[in-house]
């Protein structure tokens, strides 16, 4: 029997086996709370971890895809042709006629033609050979409108014409079939070229111009009687 209030030997132990059993329930919380949080960081450290790699590689992805991309050129674009010489654009500074204006007769007496040179028209039964032919002098307005009709460029042009742009000019007609070239008096620029329908005025051999419209036109769709022949005909001698 305890008496006075005070503890007996076995309280005390009893009190001991309690405190030392607490400790222990104590140690093993801190252990399991320290396997928690180390479960917890190595789970973190793992999702982080992925998500960097699933990043890394979305972005890798995409930036390949746009690389890929801008290095395709336009689905328009015709490779093989520099942008002034592709047929499909417009050419500055061009002149057009609507071709149901321009009458095709085979006429023996003479024409006058409301534009100089003319681009068409009725004209001569016999057409100037257009085969790359360079004429030193004049030739009759007439038999060149035959050789439009036939898909011809014709280059004409004036004193004012500088003397090495006349030798580029003519170097090009004698190279190309369906070309013509002679000198021509009246007309408003100094280098002009004709064809069935359409005119371009120029100041220089080598405006890139120049090319567009030969490209374009020798043969082009404009042409009345495409194929029909620039041999055969007026020779101008």
């Known amino acids: 029997m305890i008496t006075n209030g005070t503890p007996g030997p ?15 329930r104590q ?19 793992g999702l982080v971890g992925f998500g960097v790699y699933e990043f890394g590689r979305s972005s890798g992805d995409g930036a ?35 071709a149901r204006t321009l009458t095709r007769n085979h006429v023996t007496t003479a024409v006058t033609y409301p534009m100089k040179p003319p681009v068409g028209g009725d004209h001569a039964p016999v057409w100037m050979n257009c085969g790359g032919d360079v004429y030193p002098k004049p030739v009759p307005d007439m038999n060149a ?13 004036t004193d004012k014409a500088p003397a090495g ?8 007609v004698s190279r190309t079939p369906y070309s013509l070239m002679s000198p021509y008096r009246g007309q408003a620029g100094a280098i002009m070229l004709s064809a069935w329908g359409r005119q371009l005025t120029v100041d220089s051999a080598d405006d890139p111009r120049v090319d567009q419209f030969f490209t374009k036109y020798v043969q082009g769709p404009q042409t009345p009687e495409p194929g029909a022949a620039c041999t055969g005909g007026l020779d101008g001698q």
């Open 27 to 45: 140690r093993r919380g801190r252990i399991v709370v320290i396997c928690s949080v180390t479960a917890s960081a190595v789970a973190i450290a």
């Open 10 to 24: 076995g309280h005390q132990a009893h009190m001991d086996e309690l405190r030392r059993a607490e400790q222990a």
């Open 145 to 157: 409108v035959h050789s439009l009709e036939h898909g011809a460029v014709w280059v004409t042009y």
């Open 64 to 98: 390949t895809s746009r690389a890929t991309t801008r290095a395709q050129p336009p689905a328009s674009a015709d490779p093989n042709l520099p942008a002034t010489t592709d047929p499909n654009l417009p050419i500055a500074g061009e002149k057009d006629w609507d």
């Open 165 to 172: 742009d006349v030798q580029k000019l003519a170097g090009k």
